[in-house]
């Protein structure tokens, strides 16, 4: 009987061992926010969108850069998917993150513009062997790449050389800590699809960067 009295209250128990977890609370708060800046934007607050753009402006770069090759293309992409976002934005349907639904059209726009400017561009996601060797192949010679002695300057000349679809995950995955299943949500492809591009790319690109250089040149990048 004494034992019983010493055991924790029921609101205690629950209290204690089934919070609800950070992480949980986290997006619950992100939601709210993003709902709220939403509301704002829609309803003509020009500082709410310039804090979207501002919030979001890393990511988008990031994409756009990793998969458009053309430099006089990538501001006015930019330029593009915010403005793609702000007219579909009373359409956002809350059900993902909008950091990844913003993903999902920066992505989209990408494509759309490849497709029109460079039509064989798909062609590179192809599993022969033959195409991956072109791709281990290409790109600047070793003594160009020498001059680059900084890791990260190297790593970003190899991801650059890698197949768009493939710069835009690894650098989604590495750069903007997004899931699998958000770049999934993203770019409409199957989560088991995403791994697997994931995987061929980290094995491309660790293969262009020891054939450039030796192992411990690389460190930590390759290990």
């Not at 939601?31 to 402006?57: H, M, P, T, W, Y």
Request: proline content about 5%.
């Amino acid at each position: 009987m004494d034992m019983l009295r010493q055991l924790p209250g029921k609101a205690h128990i629950c209290a204690q061992h089934f919070s609800v977890p950070d992480c949980l609370t986290n997006m619950s708060d992100e939601k709210a926010d993003s709902r709220r800046l939403i509301e704002r934007i829609v309803a003509g607050d020009e500082q709410a969108f310039r804090e979207l753009v501002e919030n979001n402006q890393r990511l988008v770069t990031h994409i756009v850069f990793r998969m458009i090759d053309r430099v006089a293309d990538r501001e006015d992409l930019c330029q593009e998917v915010f403005m793609r976002v702000y007219r579909a934005l009373p359409r956002f349907e809350h059900g993902s993150k909008l950091s990844t639904w913003i993903a999902s059209i920066t992505f989209n726009t990408c494509v759309n513009h490849m497709e029109k400017s460079r039509p064989a561009l798909w062609g590179d996601l192809s599993d022969s062997d033959e195409q991956m060797d072109e791709f281990q192949a290409s790109g600047p010679m070793p003594d160009e790449a020498a001059e680059l002695d900084d890791i990260s300057q190297r790593l970003k000349l190899e991801i650059s050389a890698l197949p768009p679809r493939y710069r835009a995950i690894i650098t989604m995955f590495h750069l903007d800590d997004m899931t699998y299943l958000e770049i999934a949500d993203a770019t409409g492809l199957p989560e088991g699809t995403v791994k697997s591009h994931l995987f061929r790319a980290r094995k491309l690109l660790k293969d262009r960067l020891l054939k450039k250089y030796r192992p411990e040149d690389l460190w930590p990048i390759v290990t």
